[in-house]
Every structure is written in C-alpha cells, then in structure tokens.
C-alpha cells in the first residue's frame, strides 16, 4: 500500500536545492568508494564540488 500524501514518515531532503530526475554515475578508482563513505555528507558535498567544477570550467 503507498503512502498518502504529506504523509509524516516520507522522506525528506537534505539539501536546499531540488535534485535533478537522472543521476550521474561513474567507476571510482580501487579503494575511493569505501573511503568516500566514511565522509559525513559526502554526497552533498560532492554536489558542491561539481558547482564549483562547472563555474571554473567557465561553461
């Protein structure tokens, strides 16, 4: 059975901004992925990061 609407146990977001639809993947080098989740909000700070990447790239 779904959730209703509004319900107070559905998921809430972390961050400020809205998501986007489609995610980005890609292979980490051997050893990256078990370190990168020991990082506290390591996805939003990836987020940040790919901002940051973008605006030097100048695109």
Do not use: C
Request: charged share 35%; net charge positive; no cysteine.
């Amino acid at each position: 059975m779904p959730f209703q609407k509004n319900n107070r146990y559905r998921a809430k977001s972390i961050g400020d901004k809205p998501l986007g639809e489609k995610p980005v993947s890609f292979k980490p080098r051997q050893g990256q992925l078990e370190k990168l989740k020991a990082i506290p909000h390591w996805q939003e700070r990836l987020r940040d990061y790919i901002d940051t990447l973008i605006e030097e790239s100048g695109t």
